[in-house]
């Protein structure tokens, strides 16, 4: 299984980002996605999740109106449109895969990307 993320980079305050992630060697629509971050020195936090069909999308309340989740099961890709910007998005974020719907705890997901890195500046 592999879980490719891109689309990270260096934006200013009130700017926007797409994350994408490819996902290949699974039955990607059985697969609940999630996004997660993880800044210097923080644990890793759930950011928005969405259920196999794309039908519930679910949200971390520090992103929620900012952030949309969205994804292409004939594609294999989940994408993060990330939307008015802040400093303190500043972080790693990862892709990941599971089972369990509505999850929002790391150890809910069974397979993860590498991480692209995004920073905010102010």
């Known amino acids: 299984v592999q879980l490719q993320a891109s689309g990270g980079g260096l934006v200013q305050a009130g700017g926007s980002l797409s994350l994408s992630c490819a996902a290949s060697?699974?039955?990607?629509?059985?697969?609940?996605m999630g996004w997660f971050r993880q800044a210097p020195g923080k644990e890793r936090e759930f950011v928005a999740g969405?259920?196999?069909?794309?039908?519930?999308?679910f949200y971390a309340d520090s992103v929620k109106g900012r952030f949309t989740i969205s994804r292409d099961n004939a594609m294999g890709m989940v994408y993060l449109q990330m939307n008015s910007l802040k400093p303190e998005d500043t972080a790693v974020y990862y892709c990941?895969?599971?089972?369990?719907?509505?999850?929002?705890?790391?150890?809910?997901?069974?397979?993860w990307g590498q991480g692209t890195q995004v920073t905010v500046s102010s």
């Open positions: 990941a895969a599971g089972s369990v719907i509505l999850a929002q705890q790391v150890s809910q997901y069974d397979y």
């Open positions: 060697g699974l039955t990607f629509s059985s697969y609940h």
């Open positions: 969405i259920s196999t069909s794309g039908g519930i999308k």
